[in-house]
């Protein structure tokens, strides 16, 4: 099966710039996560998706960072605009349901200088 | 709140060598242990995982042991090999019945495994 696309797989921008990653799950997927993964820390989870509705982003700073998955399929994440400590790996995961394994993408690099 | 701590790294061996890597955690409720592997250009796959205390989850000749009375899910394998060089994350989540949403990560120990 196909895994967990992302796009892109990097990104350079200035701060305060807006930038939008995009995630295609694993066909047939219900639950989609964003994790972001700052250098030398673990991922740590932003905002989790059941089909179209938000189950948990209470770690989403949500005056900056946006996210939705319209028709329970694609997301996108969006941060503006964005700050230095932005950096980070941003990590698009699916799984059947809330209680599957994850798969995890390859990850969206987002440089902010 | 509920948080992984694991060795840090990187660790690097021998072929043929015993690996262990340390973790240790912090929960609130009685959570499932996991360990994920990263290997380079590649995204996070679950390598193992165990459910409740004294479980043992294995894979791939890995092995980690769900230690309530220590809190520990420490990673272990007999004998290394240079496929087996990777960033290895230990996590933790509280959700119930193996669930791996929300998921908590350890920092991640790099592993390199020379020939």
């Known amino acids: 099966e196909a895994g967990v696309a992302q796009s892109p797989r990097y990104k350079i921008i200035e701060k305060r710039q807006s930038v939008a990653f995009w995630c295609n799950p694993i066909s047939g997927h219900a639950t989609l996560y964003w994790y972001q993964q700052i250098l030398g820390q673990g991922p740590k989870l932003l905002i989790q998706?059941?089909?179209?509705?938000?189950?948990?982003d209470s770690q989403l700073p949500k005056d900056r960072f946006s996210a939705e998955r319209l028709k329970g399929v694609d997301s996108t994440l969006k941060i503006q605009p964005a700050k230095l400590e932005d950096s980070a790996v941003y990590l698009c995961a699916s799984s059947l349901q809330g209680g599957s394994p994850l798969h995890f993408g390859n990850g969206t690099r987002l440089t902010v200088t | 709140g509920d948080s992984v701590t694991q060795m840090e790294g990187p660790v690097t061996l021998s072929e043929e060598a015993f690996l262990t890597i340390n973790c240790t955690y912090t929960a609130t409720g009685y959570p499932s242990l996991f360990w994920y592997v990263q290997y380079p250009g590649e995204g996070l796959q679950l390598l193992l995982k165990?459910?409740?205390?004294?479980d043992k989850g294995s894979n791939k000749g890995f092995e980690a042991t769900y230690r309530k009375e220590t809190t520990s899910f420490h990673l272990e394998k007999g004998s290394v090999q240079v496929s087996d060089s990777a960033v290895y994350f230990c996590a933790l989540s509280e959700d119930y019945g193996g669930s791996q949403g929300n998921l908590i990560f350890g920092k991640g120990t790099k592993l390199s495994v020379k020939p």
């Open positions: 165990a459910t409740k205390a004294d």
């Open positions: 998706f059941q089909n179209n509705g938000v189950v948990d």
